[in-house]
């Protein structure tokens, strides 16, 4: 714009679509993407690997779709130093359906590095028997939580970092994620979907620190979910450094702490379990 006008009140061209790939209306279970080195801009959700039998996503960035970043819905896919910010609900989503049906694979993934931040919800989130290893990665400035599984998905992170979620400390976020319960650093949310078994909505944490968050580390959800973390340490925290609600479980092992807030806040029947390790003499 070259005068001086209100940008709110011009109207603004938002684009529809998905920028690189869009194979999310069957599953064909056959295909194979690489993408490297691109960043993709405004458009409606970033990056779509759904449905693909197998993708790499490397050193690329996404910018503020206005749905999620980048989704991998019923796929397998490796993900090295990726980066999603400002849009309008998760950085990086997945999804699997709980149907049974064999010809529906488990997602699988494998991530190094992803930094997701500023995002409208949540910096990552797997779902319905997704399973995930993730080393490293920062998440951060997100409105609902850095990392959190949910409905049954299964994930771990070894020395990954979540701070300044959900506004904690005053720093504004984008969204609000409190309502449903999912403000934190580290969380598992929602119940575990029965289709799947019933089985679990489980984090391993390994070496990690999550600081600076509304809560740090954060079981929500029902009896099936929980936390397990082993080593690293959690920070100064708005509300608990480590909490557990609606008979969600945190196991915490050899796990540190510093600076300012509740250490461990419980409510509606959820349990956090400490155990620190004995030296043999």
């Not at 991998?72 to 997945?94: L, M, P, Q």
């Not at 506004?167 to 984008?174: E, F, K, P």
């Not at 403000?183 to 984090?203: P, Q």
């Amino acid at each position: 714009m070259s005068d001086s006008g209100n940008p709110t009140a011009r109207d603004i061209y938002v684009p529809y679509g998905l920028p690189i790939i869009d194979l999310a209306t069957t599953a064909g279970h056959t295909q194979h993407v690489e993408i490297s080195g691109i960043t993709d801009m405004y458009a409606e959700s970033g990056p779509d690997f759904s449905y693909v039998s197998s993708y790499i996503y490397q050193q690329s960035t996404h910018v503020g779709g206005r749905d999620n970043g980048v989704r991998g819905d019923r796929a397998h896919g490796i993900e090295i130093r990726n980066e999603a910010w400002a849009t309008g609900n998760d950085g990086f989503n997945y999804h699997q359906t709980l149907s049974l049906d064999p010809d529906y694979e488990d997602g699988q993934y494998f991530i190094v590095d992803p930094y997701t931040h500023d995002n409208w919800d949540d910096g990552m989130s797997h779902h319905e028997r997704c399973q995930a290893t993730i080393l490293g990665g920062l998440f951060e400035y997100n409105g609902g939580s850095g990392l959190i599984p949910a409905n049954g998905a299964h994930v771990s992170a070894t020395g990954a970092h979540a701070r300044k979620n959900v506004g904690a400390l005053g720093v504004a976020g984008l969204g609000t994620g409190t309502a449903t319960g999912k403000n934190a650093g580290f969380a598992v949310a929602n119940a575990t979907g029965t289709d799947e078994g019933g089985v679990s909505t489980d984090l391993a944490l390994y070496n990690c620190i999550s600081e600076d968050n509304d809560r740090n580390v954060y079981a929500n959800g029902d009896a099936k979910n929980f936390i397990r973390m082993y080593g690293g340490y959690v920070g100064t925290a708005t509300t608990a450094k480590v909490a557990a609600a609606n008979n969600a479980k945190v196991y915490l092992k050899d796990v540190g702490e510093y600076g300012t807030g509740t250490t461990k806040a419980t409510a509606a029947g959820g349990t956090i379990t400490v155990e620190n390790t004995t030296k043999i003499t």
